[in-house]
C-alpha cells in the first residue's frame, strides 16, 4: 500500500511540475515524474510479496510456478510505457531547445505569441 | 478478408520507414510511395465494405498466433467491426485527399520526406487505434499517433507553431498518462486487457462499482482532452491552425475523431457498458459536456477573425454535436452522432485545406484583409462554400442531414433541453459561417489582391472534391448510407431488433481462439 501512496505522491508531484512551473525544464522534469509515477503503479499490480522472476526453468512444478511467480504482463507494459516514455520526453527536450534558441529564454512567461 | 486486417497498419508504417530511408538519396520517392500507401488502404477499405454490402459480414478478427504450450493464445488482436471499418475508410480518403492537396503545398518547408515520414505514422497510429482489440494496444496505437501529430504541429519550427506543439504535447502527456492509469486499473480489477473480455466481466457484474467509476473518469479525462471537450479544450485553437494546411485537416478531420470519439465510444460501449449501473452517470456527463463543447466552442468561435482558428473552435464545437448524440444512448443517436462525425471530417478538412489555399492566395489568414476571392479563385471560392454550406447544415448538404438526426434522436430520448441547446448552436454555426462567406469569398476585393491568382489544380481540386462528398453525403443518406453507419452504430448500440451489440463484438473476439 506504501508503494501505491508513492506513485500518487510522485503523480501529484509530476503533475504540478508539468502544469504550474514556468520554468521550461523543470515542466520536462514534471513529464518525467508522471511517467515513473505511472510506471511505478504498473508495475506493482502484478507484484507478490516474496514472489520470483516470471522465468520458468526446467523441471520446474507449472503450479508451484504460477503461484510464486510475480505476473509478467505489467512488466511488458511498462517496458512498452518506458520506450513511449522516452520518445515523449526527446521530443519535449528538442522543443525546449528550439524555444531557447528562438527566444533566449526558457520561462513559459516570455513567449507571448499564444493567446490562451 | 480477415487476413488483410494487420495490412490497415503495416502498409502505412512501411511507408513511413520508406520515406526515411529515402530521406538523402531519394527524397522524391517520399510523395510517391505516400500516396500508393493510401490509396492501397483506400482500395482495401473500400473493398471491406463492398464485401460487407453484398451480404457477408464485415466484422473479422485477426490476432498473432502465438502457442503457449498446448493453448492457443491470441497476442495483438486486431478487431474489424462495423464501426472500426467506418473510421478506416474516413481515414483512408482524407488521408489520400489530404497527400494530393500536400503535394504543391509543402513546396515551401523544408524535409518534405520527414513530413511525409509522421503523416505515414499518424495514418499508421489511427487505423492501429480502431483496429485494437486489447486496451493497451489501444493506448499505444493513440500515443504513435499522438507522437507523430505533437511534431507535425511543430512542422514549420516557427515561434507560434513550437510553442503551440509544447503546450498541445504537455497536456497530451498528461491525458496519455491518464488513459494508462485507467488501463491499469481495469487490468488490476480484472486480470484482463483485452476489450471484449473486459466486457463481458463487467456485464456479468463481476467488477467493482469503484473500480469501473475511477477507470471511466480516467478515460473521460484522457479521451477527453484527446477529443478537445470543452474543459479539456486549451490547446486546441493553438495546435490545430500552427500545423501546415494539410496537417490541420488531418488532426481536426480524423484525429480527434479516431482518438476521442472512436476510443470513447468503444470503451464506454463495449468495455464499461452504457446499459450497466454507471450508464445514467455516464450518459449525464457526456451530454452536459456535449453540450458546454458545442455552445462554447460556437460562441468563441464568433469573435475570431483568423480563419484557421475560427475553424478549430468550430471543430470544439462540432465534437460537442457527436458528445450529445452519443449521450442520447439510443440506436440513432449513436448513428446520428457517428454520421455528424463522417460529416465533420468532409467539411472541416475541406475548410482547412481551403483555409491553407486561400492563404497561398492572399497571403493572410486574417478574415478581414480577404474579399471578392469568388473573382480571381472561382475554383477555391466554390469548394469553400459548399463546405461552408455543409458545416452551417443548410440543405441539402450532409450537415443538415446528420444535425437533423441529431435533434431527432435527442427528441426521441426525451432531452429537448439539449435539443434545444443544439438547435441554439446550429444556429449560431449559420451566423458565423454566412459571416465567413461574406468577408471571404464576396464582397469587394481589396486592391492588393486584385492580380491574385487561383492555386493550381492539384491544391483546388482535393477542395472541391471533399466538397462535392458533403453533398453526395447528404443526398446518399436515404440511398446506402444509412445503412453503413447504421451498421456502424449496431455494432456499439443495441438497435430495435433483438441484436445485442457487446454481445456480438465479444463473440466475433471469441472466434478467434476457435479458428483451426
Redesign the interface.
Known amino acids: 500500500m506504501m508503494m501505491y501512496a508513492l506513485a500518487a505522491v510522485l503523480l501529484g508531484v509530476g503533475l504540478y511540475g508539468l502544469l504550474v512551473k514556468r520554468h521550461l525544464l523543470k515542466k520536462v522534469l514534471g513529464l518525467l515524474i508522471v511517467e515513473h509515477a505511472v510506471n511505478l503503479f504498473l508495475i506493482q499490480l502484478g507484484y507478490i510479496d516474496g514472489g520470483i522472476a516470471p522465468i520458468r526453468t526446467a523441471g520446474e512444478e507449472a503450479a508451484a510456478f504460477v503461484g510464486n511467480a510475480v505476473d509478467p504482463l505489467p512488466q511488458v507494459l511498462v517496458l512498452t510505457s518506458i520506450v513511449i516514455g522516452l520518445g515523449l520526453a526527446m521530443l519535449m527536450v528538442a522543443l525546449t531547445l528550439r524555444i531557447y534558441q528562438r527566444y533566449g529564454s526558457l520561462d513559459a512567461d516570455r513567449m507571448s505569441e499564444l493567446k490562451g | 478478408m480477415v487476413d488483410i486486417i494487420p495490412l490497415f497498419v503495416l502498409i502505412p508504417l512501411g511507408a513511413a520507414f520508406v520515406c526515411l530511408l529515402a530521406k538523402k538519396k531519394l527524397p522524391a520517392a517520399a510523395p510517391t510511395v505516400s500516396l500508393a500507401s493510401a490509396l492501397a488502404l483506400l482500395a482495401m477499405a473500400v473493398a471491406c465494405h463492398v464485401e460487407g454490402a453484398s451480404g457477408a459480414s464485415i466484422a473479422g478478427a485477426w490476432s498473432l498466433e502465438l502457442h503457449g504450450g498446448v493453448a492457443f493464445i491470441p497476442g495483438i488482436a486486431l478487431v474489424l467491426d462495423g464501426l472500426s471499418a467506418i473510421f478506416l475508410l474516413l481515414v483512408a480518403l482524407v488521408s489520400s485527399v489530404v497527400i494530393v492537396f500536400g503535394l504543391r503545398y509543402m513546396d515551401s518547408y523544408d524535409g518534405r520526406p520527414l513530413y511525409y515520414a509522421l503523416l505515414n505514422l499518424l495514418i499508421a497510429g489511427m487505423n492501429g487505434a480502431v483496429l485494437a482489440g486489447d486496451l493497451?494496444n489501444l493506448y499505444?496505437f493513440i500515443?504513435i499517433a499522438s507522437?507523430a501529430s505533437?511534431?507535425l504541429v511543430?512542422f514549420g519550427?516557427g515561434?507560434?507553431e513550437?510553442?503551440?506543439?509544447?503546450?498541445y504535447?504537455?497536456l497530451g502527456?498528461?491525458a496519455?498518462?491518464s488513459i494508462?492509469?485507467g488501463?491499469?486499473i481495469l487490468?488490476?480489477s480484472t486480470g484482463l486487457?483485452n476489450m471484449a473480455d473486459i466486457g463481458a466481466m463487467v456485464a456479468a457484474g463481476n467488477v467493482s462499482e469503484g473500480a469501473l467509476l475511477a477507470a471511466a473518469a480516467l478515460f473521460l479525462g484522457g479521451l477527453g482532452l484527446k477529443a478537445a471537450m470543452m474543459p479539456f479544450h486549451?490547446w486546441l485553437?493553438?495546435a490545430h491552425p500552427s500545423a501546415p494546411a494539410p496537417i490541420s485537416a488531418m488532426l481536426s478531420g480524423l484525429l480527434i475523431k479516431t482518438l476521442g470519439i472512436y476510443a470513447l465510444v468503444r470503451i464506454l460501449y463495449v468495455v464499461i457498458g452504457m446499459d450497466g449501473p454507471l450508464g445514467g452517470s455516464l450518459q449525464t456527463i457526456l451530454l452536459v459536456l456535449g453540450c458546454v463543447s458545442m455552445l462554447g466552442g460556437v460562441l468563441l468561435g464568433l469573435g475570431q477573425t483568423d480563419f484557421k482558428r475560427l475553424l478549430a473552435y468550430h471543430s470544439i464545437s462540432q465534437m460537442g454535436f457527436v458528445l450529445v448524440a452519443l449521450g442520447a444512448n439510443t440506436w440513432l443517436g449513436v448513428a446520428a452522432g457517428l454520421f455528424h462525425a463522417v460529416n465533420h471530417a468532409l467539411f472541416k478538412g475541406a475548410l482547412f485545406l481551403s483555409a491553407g489555399s486561400i492563404e497561398r492566395i492572399t497571403g493572410t489568414r486574417d478574415l478581414s484583409k480577404m474579399g471578392g476571392l469568388a473573382k480571381v479563385a472561382p475554383m477555391t471560392a466554390v469548394g469553400t462554400a459548399g463546405a461552408a454550406l455543409s458545416i452551417a447544415g443548410v440543405p441539402p448538404f450532409n450537415g443538415f442531414w446528420s444535425k437533423l438526426l441529431i435533434l431527432i434522436a435527442l427528441f426521441q430520448a426525451g432531452l429537448p433541453v439539449v435539443a434545444a441547446a443544439a438547435a441554439i448552436t446550429a444556429v449560431l454555426t449559420l451566423v458565423c459561417f454566412t459571416k465567413v462567406q461574406r468577408k471571404a469569398l464576396f464582397g469587394k476585393l481589396p486592391d492588393r489582391l486584385a492580380t491574385a491568382k487561383d492555386v493550381p489544380l492539384s491544391m483546388s481540386m482535393p477542395v472541391l472534391l471533399l466538397a462535392l462528398l458533403c453533398l453526395l453525403g447528404g443526398l446518399m443518406w436515404p440511398l446506402g448510407l444509412d445503412d453503413v453507419i447504421g451498421d456502424a452504430a449496431a455494432a456499439v448500440r443495441t438497435d430495435a431488433e433483438t441484436n445485442d451489440a457487446p454481445a456480438s463484438y465479444r463473440k466475433l473476439v471469441h472466434d478467434l481462439g476457435r479458428k483451426p
Open positions: 493497451f499505444v500515443e507522437i505533437y511534431a511543430a519550427t515561434g507560434h513550437i510553442e503551440a506543439a509544447f503546450k504535447l504537455m502527456a498528461v496519455s498518462a494508462l492509469i488501463v491499469g487490468y488490476a486487457l486549451a485553437p493553438d
